[in-house]
């Protein structure tokens, strides 16, 4: 009886371990697939890249500790009658907003893209990625000199 007792026992005691919670990565799949993990991608207007400084003519901009007021009103001139038929200052159009782009480019990126857009699109990964974001409208060359790149760059920093 005492035989028995500790067989059936063991018994027991397998079939509880053989049924216990188990490990899914050891076992095969048959088939069936794992879902596939998504990564999300901030989308490239709010992506912050402040090393690149771009493709074209501008591989340095020194910006003073306070904004020039008379620069950044004739960068306002400029860009009311240059950049508005595509730009809003406080929300995305038919290009992106500038508020805040000096938080997330550096100032030559940002003037390299104004005064050099066609190249910047070709050979930039981020203006390539803007444009996509934006349904491939590509930014027109306004033709400005560089010290009114420089003024609009100096009224961003007002925004």
Known sequence: MKKALKFLTLIITLILFSCGGSDKKDEPSYGKKEPEK?????????????NNKGIGPITSVDLGLVVDKNM??????????????????????????????LERRTPEWVMNMILNPEEMVKEDQLAKDLLIEFNGSPMANQNLTKEEARAVLEYFRTL
């Open 38 to 50: 998504k990564e999300v991608k901030e989308p490239a207007s709010k992506r912050v890249d402040l």
């Open 72 to 101: 950044a009103a004739h960068g306002k001139e400029v860009y009311d009658k240059m950049c508005t038929a595509c730009h809003k200052a406080e929300k995305k159009f038919i290009g992106p907003s500038p508020k805040g782009i």
